[in-house]
């Protein structure tokens, strides 16, 4: 079974800061995907990067990129230029790539992204 | 840009009651899950449902739960006797293709029950 863990339950970071959300992951499937998810306090999910295990570089999507590292099985959140609007819940997921795959979400980290 | 929808957004229900929360996924997706997310806690995965059948589910979806996909748009999820546990946000997804292959799941902007 797949576990994501997320040991930070908040974290606090000044706008234009950088900031890193922390993710392990727990599979024995060699073939998996990672994501991050959004969720503002309007409750909604937002889907902001993906991470493929077999992909060699690490994923960006504009302010977002992915600090992939297998062998550490970790897949942290770098939020470059924190804005105020980033101030949400982080959730980091994980699905397999083989059968009927579903996303395992860990508890989550509140970001709060102060002037 | 094509979205998930579901309604209602906030549904209030007294115990024992039955609930049928529907959800529109976007159109060319093939591949719907239901996920629930009790107020302050992680997403859970409780179904996913794939050429008109369920392909998978947890064991929060026992007998009390159904899905249905009653036409070529709509997907329900019906709790037959509501509990008041079941009161959580219900979040309805849809993919292209399953997996990790690079396709995400759109979520859609959740149904809120409250069970009292």
């Known amino acids: 079974a797949q576990k994501i863990t997320q040991t930070q339950p908040g974290m606090f970071v000044q706008e234009k800061e950088a900031v890193t959300l922390d993710c392990t992951y727990d599979?024995?499937?060699?073939?998996?995907?990672l994501f991050w998810y959004k969720q503002p306090s309007s409750g909604e999910m937002i889907f902001l990067i993906y991470?493929?295990?077999?992909?060699?570089q690490n994923a960006t999507e504009g302010r977002y990129s992915l600090n992939f590292q297998k062998a550490r099985k970790s897949a942290n959140l770098v939020i470059s230029a924190s804005q105020l609007g980033d101030s949400a819940m982080y959730f980091c997921a994980m699905s397999l790539t083989q059968g009927y795959s579903t996303l395992t979400f860990g508890k989550g980290t509140m970001l709060l992204v102060s002037p | 840009e094509p979205e998930v929808t579901q309604t209602p957004s906030h549904q209030v229900t007294q115990m024992g009651q039955e609930v049928i929360l529907r959800c529109v996924p976007i159109?060319?997706?093939?591949?719907f899950y239901w996920y629930r997310q009790i107020l302050g806690q992680k997403v859970e995965f409780l179904v996913s449902?794939?050429?008109?059948?369920?392909?998978?589910k947890s064991e929060i979806f026992d007998d009390q739960f159904s899905v249905e996909r009653p036409d070529g748009s709509n997907f329900t999820l019906k709790i037959r006797s509501t509990k008041l546990e079941d009161s959580a946000m219900y979040f309805c997804?849809?993919?292209?293709?399953?997996?990790?292959?690079?396709?995400?799941?759109?979520f859609g902007p959740g149904t809120r029950l409250t069970v009292t």
């Open positions: 991470q493929g295990s077999y992909d060699q």
């Open positions: 159109s060319n997706h093939l591949y």
């Open positions: 599979t024995s499937d060699p073939s998996y995907g």
């Open positions: 449902f794939y050429n008109n059948e369920i392909s998978e």
């Open positions: 997804a849809s993919s292209e293709v399953t997996g990790g292959d690079s396709y995400e799941q759109y």
